[in-house]
């Protein structure tokens, strides 16, 4: 008797089977005359070599769907079991403008006219600078181009990078190793991937090097490859340091530079890598600029009031 045994890498078994082993048990009815066993991270299968290699194609379409989605209902299984062929099943004409399925069902796609304007630039250049107050989702819809590009196979990993600069605080007086010093400054950028992939898949992604969450520091001597790479806080980039993150870039990568003018934690006198980087590039091919503003905030309502309080005190002085 023939026989395939597959395992289920970086995606939930629990979540994948279903509850009380649905989808499996769906499998089973549609392929009756295999012997079908699940099995910790393992799919196993008896029987005809024909009807095995059927059942592995379309097991390996389910778990494209799951990959894509983060999620796999009966309806979905007897779709996919049923069609002819992928575009069949294919849900993204019904999503619209989605980037990404996220976990729990969560739809993250842009909300804001800027927005839908910083995913078009971001398509049509391989380097972006998405500049705006905060809570205007810079960074968010950044991580999610970054999710799609990387589930659509566009890119082989993700880099998400961002200067350590203090903020009123003092990085030599926190507790801890030098990862659990810098890891508070990763933070906003933890949680975006934490909406958009599911736990197991993440950490994954993580251990294996596909996802990189670094300080800009660590950038120097590298070339980025088949990389989406995001430089958050741009702001905090020194002349050196905003000339170094820019030359990393490597073929097929796509760069997007996120930062708030307006924010700027640098010592004094020290003019911001962004600030000049905006002057430099303003005219180059290939790069494209979005200026997101106050009516972007997506954050509570107050955020935009608090913006717009401390304008109006900055301007007076």
């Keep these: 008797m023939n026989e395939i045994i597959i395992e289920l890498e970086e995606v939930s078994p629990k979540e994948f089977f279903g509850a009380q082993n649905a989808n499996i048990e769906l499998l089973k009815k549609y392929y009756p005359k295999l012997k079908i066993v699940a099995r910790g991270n393992k799919i ?12 592995d194609k379309r097991l390996n379409m389910l778990m494209e769907h799951f990959a894509k989605y983060n999620k796999l ?40 006219a800027n927005q839908r304007k910083l995913v078009e630039l971001m398509r049509k250049n391989d380097m972006v600078f998405a500049i705006g107050p905060a809570g205007t989702g810079k960074t968010y819809m950044g991580v999610a181009l970054a999710v799609q590009a990387l589930k659509n196979k566009e890119v082989k990993r993700i880099i998400l ?5 203090e903020a009123g605080e003092n990085l030599g007086f926190l ?5 659990e010093k810098l890891d508070p400054y990763m933070q906003p950028l933890y949680d975006a991937l934490r909406d958009m992939i599911a736990p197991e898949k993440l950490a994954h992604y993580i251990e294996n090097g596909t996802i990189q969450i670094a300080p800009l520091a660590f950038m120097r ?22 000339k170094m993150f820019l030359t990393r870039m490597g073929k097929d990568a796509k760069f997007l530079l996120t930062g708030d003018p307006g924010q700027i934690d640098l010592p004094r006198r020290t003019i911001s890598g962004l600030k000049e980087a905006l002057l430099i590039l303003k005219n180059v091919e290939g790069v494209g600029m979005i200026f997101l503003d106050d ?12 913006i717009e309080a401390y304008r109006s005190i900055e301007n007076i002085d």
């Design 175 to 179: 507790p801890g190793d030098l990862k």
């Design 221 to 242: 001597g590298r070339t980025l490859d088949h990389a989406f790479v995001i430089l958050d806080e741009g702001q905090n980039t020194t002349h050196a340091q905003m």
């Design 73 to 112: 209902d009966e309806n979905v299984v007897e779709r996919i079991l049923t069609s002819e062929s992928k575009e069949d099943y294919s849900t993204s004409k019904s999503s619209g403008d989605v980037l990404v399925h996220g976990v729990n069902g969560r739809l993250i796609k842009a909300q804001t």
């Design 161 to 165: 990078t961002r200067p350590a600069v």
């Design 295 to 306: 009516k972007d905030v997506i954050r509570h309502k107050l955020v935009k009031k608090v």
């Design 44 to 55: 196993m299968a008896y029987g005809d070599e024909d009807l095995l290699e059927e059942f």
